[in-house]
């Protein structure tokens, strides 16, 4: 494949200009709105994460192994000395085949009060092969600070299946990792302060200015002359001047503003995918392509000995190579255009695969004509 790249190309009559619409790309002036909370984060409004390790029992001898797993046994024996059932001095007859030792994760959203209930996910951390069918027993869910936060229990689902013979096995998903819906009950709830201070801050996800000032611009437009400032590309700060901060907060969230975008092309090499966005431009470049083909055929003979002669069989390896280049691709102009659907028709119409696109959009940005950022991952 071989591109070709320049700004002026002077005495060729045969250039083709791109200029075809293509359906499904709206132009630049089709602004798109949407809502502040879409978009920004309220400071101090954060999930917790949640951990735990417990057990799983009930499963159909698919638990931890006694000798790979010993951990399992002293958690299962200390449960059991606190249950008032004392083993200690028969704990070598004691089988973990339908036990699991598992850690237990969760996500505590946040304004979560006590009572309510959450998901949780369970991962075995043995040898146990499946954990379809199990029990989740009893098992507290620490933050980083160490305090219990919700305390987990509950049947697992999998949506998985593991099964194999002698010479054979089929395994679906995941069987080793399981769920359950609402599997664990919040103990101890995570304060939440808005607006320490009077101040409150809109944190954006994807730091502009040009997305930070109209934030700002909506707000002291449509709820209080002066009463949002721009610290940084990311950061809002909102003076609540003694307002109620859930009902301020409500009435920025549902503000429509229009979101600018950074110029940038995403290139996924591995997968071919190309991700343009909106304001990418590009300057006028003409540009040829042709794919190379190369074919290697192999077919060996086979040599004979004549009858009584002793000899041995041969093969005799026969190599045929062919190359062969695609001319039918000729030099085309892609001329500079307004919007990202003039781009992409322009090389829609040049007639190249996703493949080819990304070597020549890495031509381009080489050339200098790419108005963008080029990431290739």
Same mark, same amino acid.
């Given at each position: ?60 001898? *698919? ?94 689902? *999998? !949506? ?49 200015? @040009? ?67 909106? !304001? ?12 190379? @083909?190369?074919?290697?055929?192999? @077919? ?9 002669? !002793? ?36 090389? !829609? ?29």
């Amino acid at each position: 494949m071989g591109v070709i790249l320049a700004k002026r190309w002077l005495g060729f009559a045969l250039f083709l200009a791109v200029a075809v619409p293509v359906l499904g790309y709206a132009p630049a002036s089709c602004a798109t709105s949407v809502r502040v909370k879409d978009i920004v984060d309220y400071e101090g409004v954060r999930d917790n994460q949640l951990v735990g390790y417990g057990l799983v029992v009930g499963l159909r001898g *698919t638990g931890d192994r006694l000798t790979n797993t010993i951990f399992t046994r002293e958690t299962l024996i200390s449960m059991l000395n606190r249950l008032g059932v004392n083993i200690r001095d028969r704990e070598v007859q004691l089988q973990t085949h339908d036990v699991a030792a598992v850690m237990v994760t969760a996500t505590l959203p946040p304004f979560s009060h006590g009572g309510g209930r959450i998901d949780v996910t369970v991962s075995a951390v043995g040898d146990s092969r499946d954990l379809a069918g199990g029990t989740l027993l009893v098992t507290p869910l620490q933050a980083a600070d160490g305090e219990v936060y919700a305390v987990a229990q509950g049947s697992l689902v *999998t !949506n998985a299946f593991a099964v194999g013979g002698a010479a054979a096995s089929a395994t679906r998903n995941i069987p080793t990792t399981g769920h359950i819906a609402n599997g664990a009950v919040v103990e101890r709830e995570v304060p939440v302060v808005l607006g320490n201070g009077g101040i409150i801050h809109l944190s954006l996800r994807n730091p502009n200015f @040009t997305t930070a000032n109209r934030i700002v611009n909506a707000i002291n437009r449509s709820i209080g002359r002066g009463m949002a400032r721009m610290d940084d590309p990311r950061t809002i700060a909102v003076n609540m001047a003694g307002r109620d901060a859930p009902s301020l907060l409500y009435r920025i969230g549902d503000l429509m503003v229009e979101p600018d975008t950074m110029a940038k092309v995403i290139v996924d090499e591995a997968s071919g995918t190309i991700v343009m966005g909106d !304001n990418v431009r590009i300057s006028t470049v003409a540009i040829a392509q042709g794919n190379l @083909t190369i074919q290697v055929t192999e @077919t060996p003979l086979i040599a004979q000995p004549a009858p009584f002669s !002793n000899g041995t069989t041969a093969i005799v390896p026969r190599t045929q190579i062919d190359a062969s280049t695609d001319s039918s691709h000729r030099l085309g102009i892609l001329r500079e255009g307004p919007t990202l659907a003039s781009l992409v028709s322009g090389l !829609n119409a040049l007639g190249m695969g996703p493949r080819d696109m990304i070597s020549i959009l890495q031509a381009i940005k080489a050339d200098g004509a790419l108005q963008a950022d080029l990431e290739v991952r």
